[in-house]
């Protein structure tokens, strides 16, 4: 009985070990660039409405504003482009937050109008799964969604 035990904790661990390691094989996001008109007002719209802290770039030249997405990715927030450019809904960032009310206040205190995924101004998608959602445009016209998925 206690070979048994053994040999089947010695698999399972070693079940883990090579799923792990199958695991790390595997891509992982590392960031997301995003070409902008005005670095100052993009990198205040992504510090101050999304709430993203902002992390150390290596160019130190005055157009580049890098920010955390978690544990290992990086938001590039990129200066430079000559226009605003128009973006489909589809084509959009997610952030998830606690709390899409305490999401909205800061909306409505930034003035910045959201809306659900069909286009009702100042609304919220509650999706199937009972996720809910909002849309709304960085300051150069990329869509941004914010939904309370846990």
Not at 39 to 64: A, M, N, R, W
Not at 110 to 137: P, S
Request: hydrophobic letters at 35%; a neutral charge; charged letters at 20%.
């Amino acid at each position: 009985m206690k070979k048994a035990c053994y040999l089947l904790s010695l698999g399972l661990v070693l079940s883990f070990i090579s799923n792990t390691a199958a695991a790390q094989n595997k891509p992982i996001l590392n960031h997301i660039a995003l070409y902008v008109t005005d670095l100052k007002i993009s990198t205040h719209f992504y510090q101050q409405v999304i709430g993203l802290d902002t992390i150390p770039e290596p160019f130190h030249d005055g157009h580049h504003t890098w920010f955390s997405l978690g544990t290992h990715g990086h938001l590039h927030v990129i200066s430079g482009a000559t226009t605003k450019t128009t973006h489909e809904k589809n084509t959009h960032l997610c952030f998830s937050v606690p709390s899409i009310n305490d999401f909205v206040a800061n909306l409505k205190k930034n003035g910045i109008e959201y809306e659900n995924w069909a286009g009702a101004k100042n609304t919220v998608t509650k999706r199937v799964d009972g996720v809910q959602q909002l849309y709304f445009r960085d300051p150069d016209g990329y869509w941004i969604e914010i939904n309370d998925d846990k």
